[in-house]
């Protein structure tokens, strides 16, 4: 209960050790113009220990995002430019047979690193999709029957691009789930468009060379101050109730969602609701999560974890729509 936990001296631990987020988003700004759901989006994933999937037509900054915010963090980052013509070898790696040794060695793919860029990551066959479900699921990587622990942090960050069908493969359903957030990535307002033309003309939109701010060990803190964050009983409930809503849409005076929904959040969902929610709250200097918390990050965690019925499609019925229906009906504490 909220008597047994000194909220006030949690605020003022998160208030003294959340300086760094301040630092971050400074930094994303000198390079990336506008996009301030998008860089809120990364710190939740970075805060969350949840990867992100990114979608949105080109030019709009995504991996450049992507890369200035591993670039303002001490850390490994590996790039993956997907291709169908991509092995499993190429992402986790391969056995390299040594004539001089008479041995196999293994050589670590680019999934090697703190920060993974998967750019395009539908481009690539289910073969190669394969490969990094256990990487992102278990942080371990199997190359012949050696077993490696991935580093720590270990966050992949990925980007789609909705508009082209040529050359590209639906992402399966258990690897889209494991993704902790998906992020639509929407053009930049008239006034941000002016500052990018302004910027690119200066030629310093992302000339600029980016020094690290911020190492791993301050990364490690936060995640473990994160998860002290407090969720009152009536903020769980009000969790699980809007994933339930979207398995059992007639519980809660939604019925006419029932045809349209072929299939609902996973528990996996309420997990990272519940832990989007604590991050936000983190990045905002609050030890406690309040129910705007919740809504703020419920349709980037729920948009890829509901599955639509053919009759959804005929009748232009979205995730959107129905995660937007779902907020307006079930209850705020």
Do not use: C, W
């Not at 999709?129 to 029957?145: F, H, K, N, P, Y």
């Not at 918390?293 to 005929?314: C, P, Q, W």
Request: hydrophobic share 45%; charged share 25%.
């Amino acid at each position: 209960m909220v008597e047994n936990i000194d909220i006030r001296a949690l605020n003022a631990r998160i208030e003294a050790q959340s300086g760094f987020i301040t630092l971050l988003k400074d930094g994303m700004s000198r390079v990336i113009v506008g996009q301030s759901h998008l860089t809120e989006a990364l710190l939740i994933g970075l805060l969350s220990d949840g990867h992100i999937l990114l979608e949105g037509v080109p030019g709009l900054a995504k991996t450049l995002a992507i890369r200035t915010l591993s670039s303002l963090i001490d850390a490994t980052f590996g790039r993956i430019q997907f291709t169908p013509d991509l092995l499993p070898a190429d992402v986790v790696g391969t056995l390299i047979y040594s004539r001089k040794e008479d041995a196999f060695s293994v050589r670590r793919g680019p999934v090697f690193a703190n920060f993974v860029l998967a750019d395009e990551i539908n481009r690539a066959p289910a073969k190669v999709q394969s490969a990094l479900l256990q990487a992102m699921q278990e942080r371990l990587v199997t190359i012949g029957d050696e077993t490696m622990t991935l580093p720590n942090p270990f966050l992949v960050m990925a980007t789609q691009n909705p508009i082209e069908q040529e050359g590209t493969y639906t992402l399966p359903e258990a690897q889209v789930d494991r993704f902790m957030l998906k992020v639509v990535v929407d053009y930049p307002t008239l006034d941000e468009e002016k500052r990018i033309v302004r910027a690119s003309m200066r030629g310093n939109l992302a000339d600029e060379k980016i020094q690290p701010i911020v190492d791993l060990e301050t990364i490690r803190k936060a995640r473990q101050l994160v998860k002290e964050v407090y969720i009152d009983e009536r903020i769980e409930q009000y969790v699980a109730d809007l994933v339930f809503a979207t398995r059992y849409p007639e519980n809660y005076k939604l019925e006419h969602l029932r045809p349209y929904i072929a299939y609902g959040g996973s528990p996996r969902a309420t997990i990272s609701l519940a832990l989007a929610a604590r991050s936000l709250a983190f990045i905002r200097q609050r030890g406690y999560v309040v129910p705007d918390d919740v809504r703020s990050v419920a349709y980037d965690v729920l948009r890829h974890r509901i599955g639509l019925t053919y009759e959804a499609e005929a009748a232009d019925i979205t995730t959107e729509k129905i995660i937007g229906e779902i907020l307006a009906k079930v209850e705020v504490p």
